[in-house]
């Protein structure tokens, strides 16, 4: 299986990105998805997950109400819409498919078994 995202930049406190991730080599419309992100010096932490149909998702307190994560199954594409963005939110953005089919959605990095390459986040002051 392979995760593609793409979609990060540099962008100035209180603009908007969308992240992209597509994956292939998988029945992508079984499978929940996540976005974690890692700060220089910091631990891989989880942003957001949704389900594999997309009924749940799942924020961590520092993004609910700006990010939003959605998913399109036709398109083997989970995405990540970021809203008003801060200079903590800089980090490279990891996208991981769970392991198992119907899994619901997870903030434990042990639960998901395949990860992007990361796409690199910068929000200027």
């Known amino acids: 299986v392979q995760l593609q995202a793409s979609g990060g930049g540099l962008v100035q406190a209180g603009e908007s990105l969308r992240l992209s991730c597509v994956v292939s080599g998988r029945a992508f419309g079984y499978y929940g998805m996540g976005w974690f992100r890692q700060a220089p010096g910091k631990e891989h932490e989880f942003v957001a997950g949704?389900?594999?149909?997309?009924?749940?998702?799942d924020y961590s307190d520092s993004v609910r109400g700006r990010f939003i994560i959605s998913r399109d199954n036709a398109k083997n594409t989970v995405y990540l819409q970021m809203n008003v963005l801060k200079p903590e939110d800089t980090a490279v953005y990891y996208c991981?498919?769970?392991?198992?089919?119907?899994?619901?959605?997870?903030?434990?990095?042990?639960?998901?078994?395949?990860w992007g390459q990361g796409t690199q986040v910068t929000v200027s002051s």
């Open positions: 991981a498919i769970r392991h198992r089919r119907y899994d619901t959605t997870s903030r434990l990095k042990d639960d998901y078994n395949d």
């Open positions: 949704i389900s594999w149909s997309g009924y749940t998702t």
